[in-house]
């Protein structure tokens, strides 16, 4: 029998440090932002390559937040980019570890709002998961954060800065000095977009982020350890691949447009038929191998054998895996987790067919940090229970 731990709770004190008036944050400008950032303040033009790439490389390299200590850098030069911009990161508010080692961070940003970042180690990897907006505009009836209205989109540096401030948790910046070679095994491999929002309704933020966290003298994550996951957002799909070029992962859960209207109403507005289209030309765009469908198993709603066979008939011809989550439950959540037996029944379909099924194991639910639990509690715009019910329509 297992024994239950309590989670452990631990509250980052962070002091609030003062500010120059009008100072510019420069984490989340990309390069060519950087330039011009770099120019209004005097930089010569023909330096502004050469002071990109040192600024690049003590912010995102070595994760140097202090101007004073980019020591190859002049000192006046020092001065002058101290007094005009900053390097700062959203704050953490508050840090849970779970039994199983999974860490969730409660970030605050600007205007007071809170975001979740859970990152989740595994034996081979430790994964990020990233939050793209406050809240989400759509409302899949089985997601705790689709039940937060929107409040905002974050900006590219509230996106990178997620990746950063776990970086400073895990104590995994190089040391001053090393070079941007590859070094070793990272405890944050990998990033998944797949905390709260619809990454593809914030396409400018979510994009210029992932430039920064891909660049090669930076946080130099591969495009093929970055995995976006849209619920559906058509027209985006495309340029995704033509402008970010990660991984993709879309949010299916069911195998008729009538069940899926209900649980990703998106799906009202592109549905299964033009969505399955977009993913077919996805691999090609960006050149990548294949698609993961996500898969949320929920009892007696999209868990049959008949809806197993119909999965596998509609990807047919598309480079997929299949990832069968386990419904997370949530206070007032209208669905229950399908038994194990049927996952695996429904699992064994999909393996004979030929495409990987692996069962996502839920991690951290111990302190909501599993899929769709996420939500941060701070936010009184809420729906109702009776506002989630009529969406689910049950
Ligand atoms: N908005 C994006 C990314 C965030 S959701 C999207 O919808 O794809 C990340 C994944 O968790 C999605 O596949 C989502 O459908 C799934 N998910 C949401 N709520 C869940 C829940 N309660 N249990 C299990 N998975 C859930
Ligand atoms: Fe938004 Fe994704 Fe949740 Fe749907 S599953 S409500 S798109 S975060």
């Not at 029998?1 to 609030?16: C, E, G, W």
């Not at 330039?35 to 010569?44: H, S, V």
């Not at 776990?166 to 977009?193: A, C, F, H, M, Y």
């Not at 898969?295 to 011809?317: F, Q």
Request: one cysteine or more; a neutral charge.
């Amino acid at each position: 029998m297992s024994q239950i731990q309590a989670p452990i709770t631990q509250d980052v004190l962070t002091i609030p440090r003062k500010l120059p008036e009008g100072a510019r944050n420069l984490v989340g400008l990309t390069r060519p932002l950087l330039r011009e950032a770099l120019i209004e303040i005097g930089t010569p033009e023909k330096q502004a390559k050469m002071r990109v790439n040192q600024l690049w490389q003590w912010i995102y390299h070595w994760g140097v937040r202090d101007f004073a200590q980019m020591t190859n850098l002049a000192k006046d030069f020092r001065a002058n980019l101290a007094e005009n911009f900053t390097i700062e990161l959203p704050e953490i508010v508050s840090k849970n570890v779970s039994a199983d080692g999974t860490r969730k961070y409660l970030v605050k940003i600007a205007g007071g709002h809170e975001v979740e970042v859970v990152y989740i180690p595994e034996t081979d990897r430790g994964t990020l998961c990233v939050s793209s907006q406050v809240g989400c505009t759509l409302t899949c009836s089985f997601c705790h954060t689709g039940t937060q209205k929107l409040v905002r989109n974050l900006t590219p540096g509230e996106i990178v800065g997620q990746i950063m401030l776990v970086r400073d948790d895990l104590g995994e910046w190089p040391e001053p000095g090393t070079g941007t070679g590859e070094n070793g095994p990272r405890l944050l491999s990998n990033i998944v977009l797949m905390g709260m929002g619809e990454p593809l309704y914030n396409f400018e933020g979510v994009r210029d982020a992932m430039k920064i966290a891909m660049d090669g003298e930076g946080i130099a994550l591969s495009r093929r350890r970055i995995t976006l996951s849209t619920s559906g957002v058509v027209p985006e799909i495309a340029r995704a691949a033509e402008e970010i070029g990660c991984l993709l992962a879309v949010s299916f859960h069911a195998t008729t447009d009538e069940v899926r209207d209900k649980l990703v109403p998106i799906n009202k507005r592109w549905n299964i038929e033009t969505l399955l289209d977009a993913l077919r030309e996805y691999p090609r765009l960006s050149n990548s191998e294949r698609i993961t469908f996500e898969y949320v198993m929920l009892k007696g709603v999209n868990d049959s054998d008949e809806d197993a066979r119909r999965l596998v008939r509609l990807i047919k011809g598309i480079p997929a895996k299949i990832n069968l989550i386990p419904f997370n439950e949530w206070p007032g959540s209208p669905y229950e987790r399908s038994d194990w037996s049927r996952i695996e029944a429904f699992a064994d379909i999909v393996h004979k067919a030929g495409y990987a099924s692996p069962i996502r194991t839920p991690r951290g639910e111990d302190i909501m940090a599993a899929c769709g639990q996420l939500k941060s509690a701070t936010e009184r715009a809420r729906k109702s229970r009776a506002e989630i019910a009529k969406e689910a329509g049950v």
